[in-house]
């Protein structure tokens, strides 16, 4: 047996609502521009032809309810309020009847941005890491199991930041759907139980400065909170 020269890390353990059992996040995948007012607020336009994404480091989560230092190397980080889905199965070259099977549960995410960084990357033609893979930038709140959510609909998504609203919208605004998304996604990845997918942002996102308190929420899922301190 061979045993690591420094300590194992370990994976993340989602607290799943009502539960003392925990999911433990190893991947984390975010859909780009899936609600049309967003896409235009970037200056672009959604792409009906295939979803498409980045990734964050299972490294980059943050419980929600945090409070946690404003981000070195920026001064535009930015909230972005989205629905998180979980894996419960494994899903490869899937159809949409595999997707939705494979659904374990929904959480309020927020994926937080080094919108400046973001800016870099397309600037440059280079990727957008620095930007989205910011520690303590994937803040998940609670699980809540597929079976007790039910449906995906026009659920209210929305997100205030010290109090007052900055993003508001219905799940029914996202241009592909849940079962779409992990389709697709499927075509690419051996997709399984410990797969986070976060489903892309409403309109309306902006900037957080240190002091501010970032709260949002789905209707039917556990709400999520972040609190930002001053850089180290
Ligand atoms: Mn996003």
Redesign the pocket.
């Known amino acids: 047996m061979s045993a690591s020269v420094f300590p194992a890390k370990s994976l993340p353990e989602l607290p799943i609502s009502g539960s003392t059992s925990t999911y433990q996040v190893a991947r984390i995948f ?3 521009r899936n609600y049309v007012a967003h896409a235009k607020e970037m200056g672009g336009e959604v792409d009906r032809e295939a979803p498409w994404y980045f990734t964050k480091s299972a490294f980059a989560y943050c419980p929600s309810g945090s409070t946690v230092p404003y981000p070195p190397g920026t001064s535009n980080y930015h909230h ?1 309020m ?1 629905l998180a889905v979980a894996l419960g199965a494994p899903v490869f070259k899937g159809d949409e009847d595999d997707a939705k099977a494979a659904v374990f549960g929904y959480a309020c995410a927020l ?1 937080m ?1 080094r919108r400046d960084r973001q800016q870099d990357g397309k600037d440059h033609r280079r990727p957008w890491s620095l930007g989205k893979d910011v520690e303590n930038s994937a803040v998940l709140a609670p699980l809540t199991r597929a079976e007790d959510f039910g449906k995906i609909g026009d659920q209210r998504i929305h997100l205030q930041v010290n109090g007052e609203t900055r993003q508001e919208a219905t799940l029914a605004d996202m241009v592909w759907r849940v079962e779409e998304i992990i389709s697709h996604l499927s075509r690419y990845y051996h997709l399984s139980p410990g797969d986070v997918i ?1 489903t ?2 409403p309109a309306g996102v902006g900037p957080v400065v240190a002091g501010d308190v970032i709260t949002g929420g789905i209707a039917g899922l556990d709400p999520i909170a972040l609190s930002l301190t001053d850089p180290e």
């Open positions: 975010c859909v780009g972005e989205e994926d941005t976060l892309g942002t």
